[in-house]
């Protein structure tokens, strides 16, 4: 008797679980669109609204900046009369970009040798300097730090007569290697300030475990520090090349040799080749070809460039 009366009970406590579920199935409404749906499309359609804007923004920005680039590389192609390219699309306008003067080669090469040396110079220069003002306390330190950064107030062109001056004196006037170092000096300002907020990202425990395991300071800054402050070094340099690159006002001040011009000169030039008559076409083309490269080192590196703006944001 006992054990009969006991086995209902043992099989009760399975069964009421599934009695509560289809009890709750039961207030469930019938259909394909049930109340956990309507929530969740309710949601889906709150998102969108909030982010609408958002992208309605975005999307005018990027038309605002990729139109006109969009223009200039469908221009460089299309037919216009004055050009090289009078029927049809095609490369003509091109072909009178590298056949003019010395050769769209010789402008690469000048553009070139005058960016990768701004950008060699402003990495290592930059790279000591913010971890000396930030890794090291002297006397001075924030009054020297000011110093540097109040070459950002001083008008770009106002200090180019005085540097070419200053150049003629060294015998690097009329130099590729002048020209580099003057933009250099323009851009330590800058860079010095980014790599000083990237060391002082890096926690300074990093650099006393290295010296605990038996690095030296310099060993420590090169094995340990140089890979934690990468992101800042893309930035520094992205800005450098960018800067270099695409600089006008140093290249007509301190160069004066035809052969020595870089490639923004040497388009402005081509604008009044012929008896001051626009050739558009070939200026177009001259467009594009100095605005790819940086293109592509943006899209490249982007990834990189926004760590290292946002490298010194969220210090504590």
């Given at each position: 008797?006992?054990?009969?009366?006991?086995?209902?009970r043992?099989?009760?406590?399975?069964?009421?679980?599934?009695?509560?579920?289809?009890?709750?199935?039961?207030?469930?409404?019938?259909?394909?669109?049930?109340?956990?749906?309507?929530?969740?499309?309710?949601?889906?359609?709150?998102?969108?609204?909030?982010?609408?804007?958002?992208?309605?923004?975005?999307?005018?920005?990027?038309?605002?900046?990729?139109?006109?680039?969009?223009?200039?590389?469908?221009?460089?192609?299309?037919?216009?009369?004055?050009?090289?390219q009078?029927?049809?699309?095609?490369?003509?306008?091109?072909?009178?970009?590298?056949?003019?003067?010395?050769?769209?080669?010789?402008?690469?090469?000048?553009?070139?040798?005058?960016?990768i040396?701004t950008?060699?110079?402003?990495?290592?220069?930059?790279?000591?300097?913010?971890?000396?003002?930030?890794?090291?306390?002297?006397p001075?330190?924030?009054?020297?730090?000011?110093?540097?950064?109040?070459?950002?107030?001083?008008?770009?062109?106002?200090?180019?007569?005085?540097?070419?001056?200053?150049?003629?004196?060294?015998?690097?006037?009329?130099?590729?290697?002048?020209?580099?170092?003057?933009?250099?000096?323009?851009?330590?300002?800058?860079?010095?300030?980014?790599?000083?907020?990237?060391?002082?990202?890096?926690?300074?425990?990093?650099?006393?475990?290295?010296?605990?395991?038996?690095?030296?300071?310099?060993?420590?800054?090169?094995?340990?520090?140089?890979?934690?402050?990468?992101?800042?070094?893309?930035?520094?340099?992205?800005?450098?090349?960018?800067?270099?690159?695409?600089?006008?006002?140093?290249?007509?001040?301190?160069?004066?040799?035809?052969?020595?011009?870089?490639?923004?000169?040497?388009?402005?030039n081509?604008?009044?080749q012929?008896?001051?008559?626009?050739?558009?076409?070939?200026?177009?083309?001259?467009?594009?070809?100095?605005?790819?490269?940086?293109?592509?080192?943006?899209?490249?590196?982007?990834?990189?460039?926004?760590?290292?703006?946002?490298?010194?944001?969220?210090?504590?």
């Amino acid at each position: 008797m006992t054990t009969s009366s006991q086995t209902p009970r043992a099989t009760d406590a399975p069964v009421e679980p599934a009695a509560r579920a289809v009890a709750d199935q039961d207030h469930e409404p019938e259909g394909p669109r049930g109340p956990r749906l309507d929530r969740n499309r309710g949601t889906t359609l709150a998102g969108v609204a909030i982010r609408t804007p958002y992208w309605v923004f975005t999307a005018g920005l990027a038309v605002l900046f990729i139109y006109p680039l969009a223009w200039t590389t469908w221009a460089s192609v299309s037919p216009l009369p004055g050009t090289n390219q009078t029927d049809g699309y095609g490369f003509g306008n091109y072909v009178t970009l590298a056949n003019y003067q010395a050769g769209i080669w010789q402008y690469l090469y000048n553009s070139a040798f005058v960016s990768i040396t701004t950008v060699v110079l402003t990495l290592l220069i930059s790279f000591l300097g913010g971890y000396a003002f930030a890794r090291f306390s002297f006397p001075g330190k924030n009054a020297l730090f000011l110093v540097t950064l109040a070459i950002l107030m001083v008008p770009y062109a106002t200090l180019l007569i005085p540097l070419y001056v200053l150049l003629n004196e060294v015998g690097l006037q009329n130099s590729l290697l002048g020209v580099a170092l003057v933009l250099t000096m323009f851009q330590l300002p800058f860079s010095t300030f980014m790599m000083r907020i990237s060391f002082e990202s890096v926690p300074k425990e990093l650099d006393e475990a290295a010296k605990v395991d038996g690095c030296s300071t310099w060993a420590a800054l090169w094995r340990v520090l140089l890979p934690a402050v990468k992101p800042g070094l893309i930035t520094v340099g992205l800005f450098a090349f960018l800067t270099a690159w695409n600089d006008f006002m140093a290249p007509l001040i301190l160069i004066n040799d035809s052969q020595k011009l870089t490639l923004p000169l040497a388009v402005s030039n081509l604008r009044v080749q012929v008896q001051g008559v626009v050739d558009y076409g070939a200026t177009e083309a001259g467009v594009v070809v100095l605005a790819l490269p940086c293109i592509l080192l943006f899209l490249l590196l982007q990834r990189h460039y926004v760590a290292g703006f946002m490298s010194g944001a969220f210090k504590g």
